[in-house]
């Protein structure tokens, strides 16, 4: 199985910082990494697909890049509504596999 | 609007069983492969089992292997998850995503509890 290595773990950050999330894959998956968004007692919601294509609806503040097996979620300017975790998930190859997560926190 | 909406979950003993639903709406559920997620309290996500959209192609994670069983009815618009021989390790809230390549689509969750 493919392992994604999600870092930081978590993060403490203030509103309007720039977030940095890497994922780093254990094998080349080439562009097929997924980004997604959960806060407390909710479902996960997509935020990124393909490593970089923004899903619909997701405001542009947050952004993804990465081919092979080192991939980055951004979020430029961050809001009161981003404190949550995130988590890389690779639709390359089954068993789907997920990232630990990084939880972002309110500094 | 697409909704998946899961049920069946619950309080079961270890070594009982327990049949998870989710019924799809807003979109043409015959035309999507299907996943079951989980999450257990305060950890992270765990993929656990595929199914295509025609019932061909089914997939499960090597820690569900020969106890659950996923399965579909397309006329019925529903997913299912047949979990046998339950652990404790297999409290987790359940979730069901449609597939897309990504998981663009999820479900509230049910939760389930392995507990004597």
């Known amino acids: 199985a493919i392992q994604l290595t999600q870092s930081p773990s978590s993060l403490s950050a203030s509103v309007g910082d720039r977030v940095t999330v890497t994922c780093r894959a254990s094998?080349?998956?080439?562009?097929?990494l997924a980004w997604y968004q959960q806060k407390p007692g909710k479902a996960p919601k997509l935020l990124i697909y393909?490593?970089?294509s923004l899903e619909s609806g997701v405001p542009s503040r947050f952004s993804g890049s990465g081919s092979g097996t080192d991939f980055t979620l951004t979020i430029s300017s961050l809001q009161p509504e981003d404190f949550a975790t995130y988590y890389c998930?690779?639709?390359?190859?089954?068993?789907?596999?997920f990232g630990g997560g990084t939880k972002v926190e309110i500094k | 609007e697409v909704q998946l909406v899961e049920s069946g979950g619950g309080l079961v003993q270890p070594g009982g069983s327990l049949r998870l639903s989710c019924a799809a709406s807003?979109?043409?559920?015959?035309?999507?492969?299907m996943n079951w997620v989980r999450q257990a309290p305060g950890k992270g996500l765990e993929w656990i089992s595929y199914?295509?959209?025609?019932?061909?192609?089914?997939y499960y994670a090597d820690s569900v292997k020969g106890r659950f069983t996923i399965s579909r009815d397309n006329a019925k618009n529903s997913l299912y998850l047949q979990m046998n021989s339950l652990r404790g390790e297999d409290t987790a809230v359940y979730y069901c995503?449609?597939?897309?390549?990504?998981?663009?689509?999820w479900g509230q969750g049910t939760l389930v509890t392995v507990s004597s």
């Open positions: 995503a449609r597939d897309s390549d990504e998981l663009d689509y």
């Open positions: 807003g979109f043409t559920f015959s035309s999507y492969s």
């Open positions: 199914i295509s959209s025609s019932s061909s192609t089914i």
């Open positions: 094998q080349g998956i080439s562009s097929a």
């Open positions: 393909d490593a970089s």
């Open positions: 998930q690779q639709f390359n190859s089954y068993p789907l596999t």
